[in-house]
């Protein structure tokens, strides 16, 4: 049974998607901007400094980055909830014997038929 909170946050995942990067794209922004003025400010004195500065941003956009390609998309997990209901329905499974069976009732008839005239 699918619920209406389901619904809504299938909904919102192309946005939480969005939400990921753009936030990746302002932390390294950010972080190149504080690097560079970090760097300017203070030169080689402090460079020990300034790679953990460098490090701690780029961590944080590979998180979002790794959110961002592990979040499925909306039709990605419309895909996953509506496919697995349909093949395992039993209704549906039965349509590929019906289907050869009225093709085969079709093609007696078309027979007999040819055979009477």
């Known amino acids: ?3 209406a909170w389901q619904i809504y946050l299938i ?3 192309n946005t939480l998607i969005q939400l990921c990067v753009a936030m990746m794209t302002i932390l390294a922004t950010i972080g ?3 690097c560079v003025l970090f760097f ?3 030169g080689k004195e402090k460079f ?3 790679l953990r500065l460098a490090r701690n941003y780029i961590i ?3 998180v979002f980055m790794m959110l961002t390609f592990a979040l499925p998309t909306t039709k990605l997990m419309l895909a996953m909830i509506v496919i697995p209901a349909i093949v395992n329905n039993k209704a549906v499974q039965q ?3 019906l289907a050869i069976k009225a093709a085969k009732e079709w093609l ?3 027979a007999n038929q040819t055979k009477h005239n």
Do not use: Q, R, S, T
């Open 1 to 3: 049974m699918v619920y």
């Open 11 to 13: 909904g919102k995942l």
């Open 32 to 34: 190149a901007w504080h």
């Open 40 to 42: 300017v400010a203070h």
């Open 48 to 50: 020990k400094e300034l």
């Open 60 to 62: 944080g956009v590979l």
């Open 95 to 97: 349509l590929p014997d």
């Open 108 to 110: 007696n008839d078309a």
